[in-house]
């Protein structure tokens, strides 16, 4: 029964306050306890909902407070509103490559020498020749 009540208090503390070792302090449960609380898919999903509730609070919070010294004309709240919603002041990436895309024929030398190594590497099939043929021979 005291468990129960545990458990249900500290899902009402994550959706006010979404951090874990804040909730275990306020209510007085382990970090150990509530992991294996965990272990029941009910109080996963709870425990879950309840801190996603919560982070959604802190955001709407935030928000708030951002537009609040927005409206101070607090430069940093105004640069920060503008990078995260407005794609001109956002981060910007630039990535220049130049790729040539033509191919050479290989000349025979070297169309023997990529057989070899890959024959080496046990890729290809060893291939039939004179010398390999008197080598099984003796």
């Given at each position: 029964m005291k468990q129960d009540r545990l458990k249900n208090s500290l899902i009402e503390q994550l959706k006010e306050m979404p951090i874990l070792q804040f909730a275990f302090k306020k209510i007085g449960v382990s970090r150990a306890s509530y992991y294996r609380w965990r272990k029941d898919?009910?109080?996963?999903?709870?425990?879950?909902?309840?801190?996603?509730?919560?982070?959604?609070?802190?955001?709407?919070?935030?928000e708030s407070q951002l537009i609040s010294l927005i409206r101070d004309r607090n430069f940093p709240s105004l640069q920060l509103w503008l990078k995260a919603h407005h794609p001109?002041?956002?981060q910007k990436f630039e990535i220049t490559a130049n790729f040539q895309s033509h191919q050479d024929e290989l000349t025979p030398e070297q169309e023997a020498v990529v057989r070899e190594a890959l024959r080496l590497a046990s890729l290809l099939p060893e291939e039939k020749t004179e010398e390999n043929n008197q080598s099984n021979n003796n």
């Amino acid at each position: 029964m005291k468990q129960d009540r545990l458990k249900n208090s500290l899902i009402e503390q994550l959706k006010e306050m979404p951090i874990l070792q804040f909730a275990f302090k306020k209510i007085g449960v382990s970090r150990a306890s509530y992991y294996r609380w965990r272990k029941d898919p009910k109080f996963a999903k709870e425990a879950d909902a309840a801190i996603a509730e919560g982070e959604a609070l802190i955001t709407d919070l935030s928000e708030s407070q951002l537009i609040s010294l927005i409206r101070d004309r607090n430069f940093p709240s105004l640069q920060l509103w503008l990078k995260a919603h407005h794609p001109k002041y956002g981060q910007k990436f630039e990535i220049t490559a130049n790729f040539q895309s033509h191919q050479d024929e290989l000349t025979p030398e070297q169309e023997a020498v990529v057989r070899e190594a890959l024959r080496l590497a046990s890729l290809l099939p060893e291939e039939k020749t004179e010398e390999n043929n008197q080598s099984n021979n003796n």
